[in-house]
């Protein structure tokens, strides 16, 4: 049985000219076996007949706020799904959703819902790269919203760029793995991240830093969350998450591996995706440098390395994840640091490639397993990574479970 299967999905159609592709996502919702609620905006209506829609779907379409036989229509159809999908999403639902407007059937029911939800945003490329859509898209982002990027081709009026509705593999894919990470099954768990460069300082304005954003760590962390577990953040950066996560917020390499310390010894699951400094200066001179005193020469020394020395005392049990910048030989030099950090998994990336990495949406993985096992991850969004992650993390688990 696959992961559709009796699953309740609202799928929201806006009124772009890729509605008519949202015909064919909706039959292969329902012929995978999902339970499949229709809303369509009113300017969808423009594009497709609800006739259409309403004969593949599981139930007739829904457009108003009103005129259904239920009166609060948005709350039912958010409260009871389990994912919901807006294909094509406009410019202007996302707009909405990002500000939190409820004027139609669709916004309303976008933010009655606790269910995870899937953009598949399709328009012009002028429109696509518009800074207020980019804005909105990376706010959606950073609420845990999952962007299925539209894709390079021809669009309406003969125009050719960025802004084809993603194929409906892509998105049939997308909403799986949404609903896999609906699965509560970190329940009991106690995960520990870490997220941010360490900044390392050289006097007392400057520091040592690299381009870690923690939004990976932070993915990871909203992720875990939400699949059940009590979840610590270690974090250089100053970012918004989840009610309910703990941030432990620290500076240096020392900082991070003192609070890890305090924390690695009870938790479940132990997560370093901080881009750690290997090193740092000696001494931090005590104020600023000035320019007349010459050229300064600043004496580096090696830091702990945490993940290793988590590595070296690993309770039983415990699931140990690495992460691996690499730029060259990805997958030979991850496999070296999951062997000598004596890891169980490691997420490997190619931080030289293209939308990859440090500072980025977006994250193109390969996850090495202890047991040999490999499983690449395609470009995408960095909570759809996570939920790859933790994916793998709980296959740990249960093959470590005593049977
Ligand atoms: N790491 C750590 N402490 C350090 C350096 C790295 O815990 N002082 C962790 C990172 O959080 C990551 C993993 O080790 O999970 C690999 O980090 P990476 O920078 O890719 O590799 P290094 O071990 O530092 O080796 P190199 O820089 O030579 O590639």
Redo the contacts with the bound molecule.
Sequence with gaps: MNSLHGRSIVLGISGGIAAYKAVELCRQLVDAGAHVAPIMTEDAHRFIGPVTVSALASEPVHTSLWDDASPIPHTRLGQNADVIVVAPATARVIAAYAMGLSHDLLSATLIATRAPVVLCPAMHTEMWEHPAVEDNIALLRSRGVIIVEPQSGRLAGGDIGTGRLADTATIVEAVTTALNGSVKDLVGTSVLV?AGGTREPIDAVRVIANRSSGKQGYAIAEQAHKRGATVTIVSTVDRQTLAGITVVPVET?QQMLDAVSCHAPSSDVVV???????FRPVQAIAGKIKKDEGIPQIILEP????????GTRKPAGQILV?????TSNLVD?ARG?LKR?NLDL?VANDVSADQVGFGHDTNEVTILLASGEALEVPLADKHTIATAVLDSVSRVRMAHRPQ
């Design positions: 870490t390499a370093m995706t901080a881009a750690v400094a290997d830091t702990v390395d945490i993940l290793g020395f988590l690495g992460f691996a910048a690499e030099n640091k950090k490691i």
